[in-house]
């Protein structure tokens, strides 16, 4: 993994504290900006793509990351873990982890959900029903109040060769997940939109897409929410 560093967006790479030999996938920043969870088929793990976290005492220090640890057997399985989005509960305090995993549930890939407990171990991960189906359905983003998640799926309704980009909304934290909705043909496109992550105000999305015309096999899109108004209140 690399960070890009000052306005030219020249990139560095994060060195062997984060950095193996094997394949790592790509990172999620915690909001406090010390903990930075992604995926990794290193030596040691417990099936092919485990989930690592790294810390960092000073979060302005963006080489002070320590050696990544394995997140345990409450997270990962023998089967494939990646895509972790981590929320914070302000109202409680509790931590989340969010992630996919094509361990054995209704399809090739679903969501689950680990709490973070006392002794800083995540304890047993549970699917999360209202946002999993017989479909593909993986890399979950949550917005930082954490009322709103996107996610990649083939579920029936995408229009792409293979993945669109989809949301859910909750009231509150305590709320389950409404159904589904695909984000639409301002984002999603007849090509696979995938990998979304918001920004920390919750006004930009960011995705990669596979749609022609552009630099690369897949390149960097962002996407602005527009507000929708309803018609003027005539004076009385």
Do not use: C
């Amino acid at each position: 993994m690399f960070i890009g560093i000052g306005q030219s967006g020249s990139l560095e790479n994060l060195g062997p504290n984060i950095n193996g030999r094997g394949n790592e996938q790509p990172p999620t920043l915690s909001i406090d900006g010390h903990r930075l969870y992604f995926a990794s088929v290193r030596a040691g793990g417990f099936g092919s793509f485990d989930l690592y976290v790294s810390r960092r005492h000073n979060k302005r220090d963006n080489f002070g990351w320590q050696p990544a640890e394995n997140l345990g057997v409450g997270i990962n399985s023998t089967a494939t873990e990646f895509g972790p989005a981590p929320f914070e509960d302000d109202d409680t305090g509790t931590i989340t982890l969010y992630f996919s995993s094509n361990r054995p549930g209704p399809g090739s890939y679903d969501i689950y959900a680990s709490m973070l407990r006392p002794d800083e171990t995540f304890g047993p991960a549970e699917i999360v029903p209202e946002l999993s189906t017989d479909s593909a359905d993986f890399h979950p983003a949550i917005r930082k109040d954490g009322l709103e998640m996107f996610l990649d799926s083939d579920r029936p309704g995408t229009s792409g060769v293979y993945y669109d980009l989809w949301v859910s909304t909750r009231e509150s934290t305590s709320d389950p997940w409404s159904i589904l909705v695909n984000v639409g043909a301002l984002v999603n496109s007849l090509y696979s939109d995938v990998r979304s992550i918001l920004s920390f105000d919750g006004t930009e999305l960011y995705f990669g897409s596979e749609r022609p015309g552009f630099y690369g096999y897949f390149d960097i899109f962002v996407s602005t929410p527009t507000k929708l108004r309803g018609p003027k209140k005539l004076p009385d």
